[in-house]
């Protein structure tokens, strides 16, 4: 799938808000809580857009001296496992790296088998549990893992 990678801006935020309600639609972020988390210090928002000029792929993060971490990612389940996840990824993580960032860090549902692959072949590595993190409206709540990348040893852009 062809996407265009472009930051996220303020004016998209009705629009993010709609994709993440999509992704995640018992934890979606509305547009005034994505408003907040893009306002923190260090923190950026990337846009993947299709071809239609639909949004199919968000990606917030924030970066702090040498640590990134991947806030929330998701991917319109009409555009998943084309590439849009691993190109926001890849995206985040150069930039990352040209501001000096030496581990990229996130964490994700213990039972996203699908993200859990997607990071176990980029090189993330499990670092630890947070026990019981995802409340579900049904069901047991679900364990967060805490994945890390080391980007210190990568090739630099």
Request: aromatic residues 6%; contains cysteine.
């Given at each position: ?20 309600a999509a992704c995640f ?29 639909e949004p199919c792929g ?68 499990r670092q630890g549990t ?28």
């Amino acid at each position: 799938m062809s996407v265009a990678l472009r930051p996220l801006r303020q004016n998209d935020l009705v629009e993010a808000a709609r994709l993440h309600a999509a992704c995640f639609p018992d934890d979606a972020w509305d547009s005034a809580a994505l408003a907040t988390v893009l306002a923190m210090a260090g923190t950026e928002g990337i846009l993947a857009v299709a071809e239609s000029h639909e949004p199919c792929g968000l990606l917030l993060g924030q970066q702090l001296g040498e640590e990134a971490e991947i806030l929330t990612l998701g991917v319109a389940p009409t555009a998943r496992r084309r590439g849009v996840a691993r190109d926001l990824l890849a995206a985040f993580i150069a930039q990352a790296r040209v501001r000096g960032a030496v581990r990229v860090v996130l964490e994700v549902a213990a039972d996203n088998t699908a993200a859990l692959a997607l990071y176990r072949a980029l090189g993330f590595t499990r670092q630890g549990t947070r026990p019981n993190y995802y409340h579900r409206p049904v069901g047991p709540s679900m364990d967060a893992w805490r994945f890390g990348l080391d980007v210190s040893a990568q090739e630099r852009p």
